[in-house]
């Protein structure tokens, strides 16, 4: 596995580069386990508007898992979630 912002070469379950300092993320998924669970989330049927709605809530989970797999943010999927009840609670 390599370090993915500077792209040093680490031991497996390192948490910090040596190289770098970046923080690097538990629970690193590989291209095949993301391409399985793009996949599943492709083949789930929705029926009528509950399940649209159920649909477009994998869709966004799926979606903030990714960018959290691909560490763009230091945020996990369920942080994103209680801003987002904590943005509405305030409205």
């Known amino acids: 596995m390599d ?3 500077c792209k040093h070469e680490l031991v497996e379950n390192q948490r910090w580069c040596d190289n770098c ?3 690097i993320s538990k629970g690193v998924r ?12 492709r083949s789930y049927k929705p029926e009528g508007k509950e399940g649209a709605i159920v649909q ?7 979606l903030l898992t990714l ?9 996990s999927p369920l942080e994103f979630i209680r ?8 409205m």
């Not at 801003?83 to 305030?90: D, I, S």
């Open 3 to 5: 370090c993915p912002k």
């Open 21 to 23: 300092g970046h923080k």
């Open 30 to 41: 590989d291209a095949k386990q993301i391409e399985l669970l793009y996949e599943n989330i």
């Open 56 to 62: 477009m809530m994998l869709i966004m989970s799926a």
């Open 67 to 75: 960018d959290w797999v691909l560490d763009k943010t230091d945020a």
């Open 83 to 90: 801003a987002g009840e904590k943005k509405e609670k305030e």
